[in-house]
């Protein structure tokens, strides 16, 4: 699985942004999606996640504020997201698992969100 996020960028707090994450087959064969984030200096960190099901998780830093959304039809997982604060700055990245143990295996390059106050 091959995944190519797009759509990051620079924005002042309250603003918005959508990321893409194009993959490299079906996404309908993918169990489970993640976006995941990684600010200087901290740990990689779970944003959100999708599963076939349509059944959603976010954390609560982003709760109400980022929607994790796909489109079959263009294999892209995406993320929106409203009311941007300066402490979701970082490099997102989307993820997928390796189908036998279910460890987030597959990931994308990145893409830098900076959220200036």
């Known amino acids: 699985v091959r995944l190519v996020e797009s759509g990051g960028g620079s924005v002042q707090a309250g603003g918005s942004l959508r990321l893409s994450c194009a993959t490299s087959g079906s996404i309908r064969s993918i169990d489970i999606m993640a976006w995941y984030r990684q600010a200087p200096g901290k740990e990689r960190e779970m944003v959100a996640t999708?599963?076939?099901?349509?059944?959603?998780y976010y954390a609560d830093s982003v709760k109400g504020r980022f929607t994790i959304f796909r489109v079959n039809a263009k294999n892209t997982l995406y993320l929106t997201m409203n009311s941007l604060k300066p402490e979701d700055t970082g490099m997102y990245y989307c993820?997928?698992?390796?189908?036998?143990?279910?460890?987030?295996?597959?990931w994308g390059q990145g893409t830098q969100v900076t959220v200036s106050p």
């Open positions: 999708l599963n076939s099901g349509d059944i959603t």
């Open positions: 993820a997928a698992p390796n189908e036998e143990t279910g460890a987030w295996h597959y």
